[in-house]
């Protein structure tokens, strides 16, 4: 027993990993591993797909205490990609994500909740100057391990479900031309500081 008692403190003690979230920690996001991207009815018949990268921010983590928990993203709203030139040169233009005054795309949580034993990130979500309450569902994050570099990393993925309307975005386009609701997920690779 006591042998037992031993090995499982010795292996707490001797895996960084096991320890990583034991505390709050600061981690930056790695831009290179990580993206969102987002789905919108399209004339109420089939599904658009985009994408968009260049995200960085930090996520400060304490597993024992979801008060001490924040995220604050951006994303570069220059990077949109849906595969058609077009498109995504119409999508970048004041019509919808507007990006020569609005590149960035910026979150900002206020606060972590725990629902059905799965995190839930509260925050702001600024969408081409326009900064609404969002409420982001969080697969994750997975347990710490060794990267690349030697240091540790984890991640995520988080979603949500906004309304174009609350955000005056792609106004012109009413549905069924295009739906009110888009679709976000959010794909995070961390590095902990």
Do not use: C
């Amino acid at each position: 027993m006591k042998k037992t008692i031993l090995a499982a403190a010795a292996a707490l003690i001797l895996s960084p990993a096991m320890g990583a979230f034991a505390q709050a920690s600061t981690w930056t996001i790695d831009s290179a591993h990580s993206s969102a991207s987002f789905e919108i009815r399209h004339m109420g018949v089939s599904n658009v797909r985009g994408a968009i990268s260049n995200i960085k921010g930090s996520v400060v983590w304490d597993e024992k205490d979801l008060t001490k928990d924040s995220v604050v993203a951006d994303l570069d709203a220059t990077t949109v990609n849906t595969n058609m030139d077009a498109r995504d040169k119409h999508l970048k233009s004041p019509d919808f994500f507007n990006v020569e005054k609005f590149p960035t795309i910026h979150f900002q949580s206020k606060k972590v909740t725990r629902e059905g034993g799965k995190l839930v990130v509260w925050g702001d979500l600024t969408l081409a100057g326009v900064t609404k309450p969002v409420k982001l569902d969080v697969d994750g994050p997975v347990p710490p391990q060794k990267g690349m570099k030697g240091g540790l990393v984890s991640g995520f993925s988080a979603s949500t479900v906004i309304k174009r309307a609350d955000f005056g975005f792609g106004g012109k386009y009413a549905p069924p031309m295009l739906g009110d609701e888009v679709k976000i997920t959010i794909d995070m690779e961390i590095d902990k500081q």
